[in-house]
């Protein structure tokens, strides 16, 4: 079951970024479902007052005329009852013609067991994916769970679509010149209405997601952990290297998690300042000892060329999440045997922050783009190692958050130095 679990979060990237043609999508997923689930009818519905209409159905080729398909649209007499105590409140379920959910939603199959995962956002649910085959073969708990986590990504797919259908709804409305000036502005001001809000379900999507993915990451961290402390025994040469791939894995996966969470909640604007007074000295201190044995594996030479006491008032946690985002990209962007100088410069009201590296540099083309979320470099070093590309975009985020700036320099192959400039008492942003 992990590695079905595995697989899933393998597919995640490859999914998201598919075509945004909806049916498109719905193929490969129940395509991708369809191999490590036996299925012989596959249903992806959505609900609409007192009945399920289908918006997607497969069926497999030793299934066509073997079991009596379920029409376009369901009728869900007793339905919302149903519906409510075993669907609504709980992961899924899996039934056979005996049961009331059968009866109650008049489906025409016979002989056959059923195996049905909501379709939701938060707390709404808008549709289900139903999977069917013959009653010799019932579905298992861990199918169930295996559904379950396929539904989330149709969850996201359908209203990732939603929000690219309202883009492109605004683009023809403007690209129509025979359409009225005045129609068009209020249509793209209710869609804008409506992009907000989808917008606004996708960030709590994200944020919800991310916190089911760390309960199993962190289990399988903390066994892997376990395992490679020889707690449960010894080990031998090739299992003590499988498990500490794991364990490093497992490590990378849950910190891009983390970064995607963090995301959501600045997004969300759910991301509070618990300011404080501490020298920035000794933040930086402490940062630069945290990533010190990262440098020392390139051999870089790493400076802290500002030795001030300096007092300032602002959040300690996400200063040190800004000064170590800085420095582990220095860090991962230095060559071997570089140098890279951390130090600080201040007056009566701001301090400015620096962190200068003789690395790659930036190329011009992507100066304006190294904030954006998901942006990566076209580097060897990007190669190299994966990740989310969301650092830089959170750390100006957390930058703005306490009123500052953050700006950089950089030349290619001469290296880059970033400037985050800060006011030495930052100030809570009153909720809008």
Do not use: W
Not at 96 to 108: G, I, L
Not at 171 to 179: E, M, P, T
Not at 323 to 342: D, P, Q, V
Not at 363 to 369: A, E, F, P, S, V
């Amino acid at each position: 079951m992990e590695n079905k679990y595995k697989n899933i979060l393998g597919r995640i990237p490859e999914l998201l970024s598919s075509d945004d043609d909806l049916p498109k999508n719905f193929e490969k997923i129940l395509d991708e479902l369809k191999r490590t689930i036996d299925y012989e009818f596959a249903y992806v519905c959505y609900l609409n007052s007192g009945s399920a209409n289908i918006q997607h159905r497969k069926v497999s080729e030793k299934a066509k005329n073997k079991l009596a398909p379920i029409p376009e649209q369901v009728t869900l007499v007793n339905f919302p009852e149903i519906i409510k105590s075993k669907l609504y409140d709980c992961e899924g379920l899996v039934f056979d013609e005996n049961s009331p959910v059968f009866k109650a939603a008049q489906f025409n199959a016979t002989n056959s067991n059923y195996l049905i995962a909501k379709l939701f956002i938060r707390e709404t649910v808008f549709g289900f994916v139903l999977l069917s085959r013959s009653a010799r073969k019932p579905f298992t708990k861990d199918d169930l769970n295996l559904v379950n986590a396929f539904a989330s990504l149709v969850s996201y797919t359908i209203k990732d679509s939603e929000l690219t259908s309202v883009f492109k709804l605004q683009l023809r409305a403007l690209q129509d010149s025979l359409v009225d000036k005045t129609l068009a502005y209020a249509t793209i001001k209710k869609q804008n209405e409506k992009i907000l809000e989808a917008d606004k379900l996708k960030n709590e999507f994200l944020a919800n997601i991310s916190h089911e993915l760390r309960t199993p990451l962190n289990a399988i961290i903390g066994f892997s952990e376990a395992l490679s402390m020889k707690i449960f025994g010894e080990l031998n040469a090739k299992q003590e290297e499988y498990v500490s791939d794991i364990h490093v894995s497992g490590l990378h996966l849950l910190g891009m998690i983390n970064e995607i969470l963090e995301i959501s909640k600045i997004e969300a604007k759910a991301v509070k300042l618990a300011l404080s007074k501490f020298n920035l000295q000794t933040s930086l201190n402490e940062v630069t000892n945290i990533v010190r044995p990262l440098a020392n594996k390139k051999h870089i030479k790493l400076e802290k060329v500002t030795k001030d006491f300096l007092e300032i008032e602002a959040d300690y946690q996400k200063i040190q999440q800004i000064l170590y985002n800085l420095l582990s990209n220095a860090i991962k962007f230095t060559k071997e045997e570089g140098t890279i100088e951390i130090g600080y410069t201040f007056n009566k009201s701001s301090v400015t922050i620096f962190v200068k590296d003789n690395g790659i540099g930036i190329d011009k083309k992507y100066h304006g783009k190294i904030f954006g979320k998901f942006v990566q470099l076209n580097n060897v070093y990007s190669k190299k190692e994966s990740s989310t590309g969301l650092g830089l975009t959170i750390t100006k985020e957390l930058v703005e958050l306490h009123g500052g700036k953050i700006s950089f320099e950089s030349v290619v192959d001469k290296g880059t130095t970033f400037y985050v400039k800060l006011p030495l008492k930052a100030k809570k942003k009153k909720e809008s």
